[in-house]
């Protein structure tokens, strides 16, 4: 398999699946509520073409309060971008997704996003 070397400890295999991560740092008491926003969006992005394998965690005392996170395995980033695309590119999905944003952006102060190789 194709991959790439990083010295003699660490190849990664560029086939291997992806994680991409986003914690969101949700206003005071706003967890819940941005629990159900996501779990309204997972379920609502289908009829639009956009279906990832995701998750929806929350943090349990580990004192920063209110936070949210996501991770959608995908098998490439570029796999997320096509189907933002396909989403953008319908009227209806576009008008969605600016709402549901909209919605998003009144329950976080700011969210953190990585991407994990999946070994």
């Known amino acids: 398999m194709p991959g ?4 003699s400890e660490i190849t990664v295999d560029l086939k291997m699946a992806i994680i991409h991560r986003r914690v969101f740092f949700a206003k005071v008491g ?3 509520p941005l629990v159900e926003h996501f779990q309204e969006v997972d379920k609502s992005m289908r009829q639009y073409g956009v279906d990832f394998k995701a998750r929806i965690m929350t943090d349990h005392l580990s004192c920063r309060s209110d936070r949210v996170a996501i991770e959608l395995e ?3 980033l570029e796999e997320i971008d096509a189907s933002l695309g396909r989403l953008m590119g ?3 999905g576009q008008a969605y997704f600016t709402k549901w944003i909209e919605k998003l952006n009144g329950l976080v102060l700011y969210s953190e ?3 994990w190789h999946v070994h």
């Not at 790439?4 to 010295?7: A, H, L, N, Q, W």
């Open 4 to 7: 790439v070397s990083f010295g």
């Open 30 to 32: 706003q967890a819940g």
């Open 74 to 76: 995908v098998e490439n």
């Open 90 to 92: 319908n009227p209806e």
């Open 113 to 115: 996003a990585d991407n």
